[in-house]
């Protein structure tokens, strides 16, 4: 079958590529069109509106001549629902988008109605907008990819250099450096953009430069625990990319405590979870007396995000998906169905 991948950018390791080198490993035909670009004209006010109208002209002469059978948009606020119009008339092909934030303050509501599926992560998002009557929406989780995202044996020099008791992966903005100042007590390593330009030293002492490939794993492998506190905007109920990563890494992962979180990873054997400031004080106090028992926590979590929570396992329910609302589009290998082009 062939899909178009559609993303922010072509980069490997950015989401979207993961998409394109699943499918591809499972015999698929797959494209990647890039909408955002590191280009100045995206960026500058006074050429942004001009530059999406050329990217959006080219998507569609792509698609009219690739002929896709499904086009997968990764979040995708530039494409517009008269794009997606245009191309359907003209082309047997399924809109699918997958949003990995809250799409209530991110995408308008024609735009996310303009798709023949649109996932999310966040039920909280879900259930709001099938209140207002969209019909084409369905839950899909985040998810790790196993060849990124899996314990390392740092060797004593990495562990002394990207180690920590307890480490917190994610750049600086002023809600997530609030919540860093609450635990400045503990023996906390900090890493991502902006930490080393905090006004405060306390914070500027426990910096560290953003983590990619290896270096992360290390940070995640060569730590006690490993903190995931979620965006108050983006993750009401939902789950980040992160809670799988570290995962499949298998960290102890100290997670404050989402709804759906519930039915990901059990809290007590394959999360450490908490509810308000005080009750994670009290799981980091215990468990950094206990790293034999953070160590099992992260194992656990590993056998769980390698059964259940992959990549594949997400393109798999995203076919399903296709397949209850658009019947015999897709087989279970994904081949393409009778009179559907392949």
Not at 1 to 26: H, K, N, T
Request: hydrophobic residues 40%; glycine residues 8%.
């Amino acid at each position: 079958m062939r899909w178009l991948i559609v993303l922010p950018f072509e980069q490997p390791g950015l989401m979207g590529m993961d998409f394109a080198d699943e499918l591809l490993a499972l015999g698929h035909e797959v494209r990647t069109f890039e909408y955002r670009r590191n280009n100045p004209l995206y960026k500058n006010r006074g050429t942004k509106s001009a530059y999406q109208s050329w990217i959006l002209r080219r998507l569609e002469r792509v698609c009219l001549a690739w002929r896709p059978s499904l086009v997968l948009v990764i979040k995708g606020g530039p494409i517009t629902p008269a794009l997606i119009r245009r191309v359907k008339t003209r082309l047997d092909a399924l809109f699918l988008n997958f949003f990995p934030d809250n799409p209530l303050w991110m995408m308008p509501f024609e735009a996310i109605e303009a798709y023949d599926v649109f996932f999310t992560k966040e039920r909280y998002a879900l259930q709001s907008l099938q209140q207002v009557g969209l019909k084409n929406l369905h839950y899909l989780p985040m998810y790790c990819v196993p060849a990124a995202h899996h314990p390392v044996a740092p060797t004593d020099p990495e562990a002394r250099r990207w180690g920590a008791p307890v480490s917190f992966v994610g750049n600086r903005y002023a809600y997530r450096e609030r919540f860093v100042c609450e635990l400045l007590d503990y023996p906390l390593k900090v890493w991502g953009r902006g930490w080393s330009a905090s006004h405060d030293p306390r914070i500027r002492g426990c910096a560290g430069p953003p983590v990619w490939g290896h270096e992360k794993l290390c940070v995640y492998s060569a730590s006690t625990l490993s903190l995931n506190h979620h965006h108050p905007m983006n993750d009401i109920n939902g789950v980040n990319t992160r809670a799988f990563e570290l995962a499949a890494a298998g960290a102890c992962q100290v997670v404050d405590l989402k709804d759906d979180l519930r039915d990901l990873l059990k809290p007590g054997e394959e999360i450490v979870a908490y509810r308000d400031l005080g009750e994670l004080r009290r799981q980091l106090d215990f468990y950094l007396a206990h790293p034999d028992e953070a160590r099992a926590i992260g194992a656990n979590a590993r056998r769980r995000a390698l059964a259940e929570h992959t990549l594949r396992h997400r393109i798999e329910e995203m076919l399903a998906a296709v397949n209850d609302r658009f019947g015999g589009f897709a087989g279970p290998s994904g081949a393409a169905a009778p009179g559907r082009h392949p």
